[in-house]
């Protein structure tokens, strides 16, 4: 799951990034995009993908590092099929490194840069173990360092409303009832709402509305692992219908709820 909302905006976090491990022996991943940075590192075979137009190819020793919002697959381009590790990381926890800088982005999505591939294996390994927050945090500005080396962006800042952006943030991390609008988070930065939009992204690296949408998945994602049901899952995070949150997941995650349910349970997704 995502880091919990406590003082993200104001010290590194001390909560770990998503990580999954999986393999992928037929089918695909259709075409989705996350709100988070993916970080993941393929153990064995050739994972493939379409990223900005192009197909590209991560093989063990490489590592991808996908942008938050940037459209992406994932494919089997033989019988062997691959498998990978990969962590989840928020865009509030790069910021809690960067300070309001620009978000590091690699176009090319695979790297095979060692400062990179070794500041990402570290943080993925952290990810996987109980150690104290502060190894976390050690490995998270190793790896922003890291990526911000490849991207070859200057460190300019822009003058943006970091504490009010991280109040809505917080706000959207409670999973508001459906009918949340523009207006509502404009009461709760104190500031025009479509500044507030526009700060949003450059921090985050997403809008509003698809950090909230995320949220919602993520809760879903919760209640599946419980043992609800498609169906109430989808109610209870907040969709409007069984149908509407099949298509919203398989946006944000490029399969099903019911296969991702199934992978899950297996940790091997064959779709």
């Known amino acids: 799951m995502q880091p919990g909302p406590e003082n993200r905006n104001d010290s590194p976090p001390g909560a770990k990034a998503e990580l999954v491990e999986a393999c992928l022996r037929e089918g695909a991943f259709s075409p989705h995009r ?25 093989l063990p020793g490489q590592v991808m590092v996908l942008h938050p919002d940037e459209v992406h697959d994932g494919y089997c381009c033989d019988e062997a099929g691959f498998s990978y590790r990969a962590a989840y990381l928020p865009p509030g926890d790069v910021q809690t490194v960067l ?20 500041a990402a294996l570290r943080f993925v ?24 080396g490849c991207a070859g962006q200057a460190q300019a800042k822009r003058t943006v409303n970091t504490r009010a952006v991280m109040r809505v943030r917080d706000f959207l991390d409670s999973v508001p009832d ?30 509003p509305y698809r950090y909230l949408q995320c949220r919602r998945i993520e809760r879903a994602r ?17 969709f409007a219908d069984q149908s509407h949150f099949g298509r919203i997941f398989k946006r944000t995650l490029g399969t099903t ?9 297996s940790r091997t997704i064959v779709l």
Not at 125 to 148: H, K, N, R
Not at 257 to 265: D, H, K, M, T, Y
């Open 222 to 238: 919760q209640l599946l692992r419980s043992g609800l049901p498609l169906a109430a899952a989808a109610h209870e995070a907040g």
């Open 257 to 265: 709820p019911l296969a991702w349910r199934q992978g899950e349970r």
């Open 125 to 148: 390994e952290m990810c996987a173990t109980d150690s104290e927050p502060l190894g976390y945090q050690d490995a998270l500005q190793q790896l922003v360092s890291a990526m911000q």
């Open 34 to 58: 996350h709100d988070t940075y993916t970080i993941a590192l393929t153990t064995t075979g050739v994972q493939s993908f379409n990223y900005r137009g192009e197909n590209r190819r991560s």
């Open 178 to 207: 459906p009918g949340t609008g523009l207006d509502q988070l404009e009461a709760i930065a104190g500031y025009d709402r479509w500044q507030l939009s526009r700060d949003f992204r450059w921090l985050l690296g997403t809008s």
């Open 99 to 118: 300070g309001g800088a620009p978000l590091p982005f690699l176009s090319n999505g695979v790297s095979a840069d060692p400062a990179l591939v070794t």
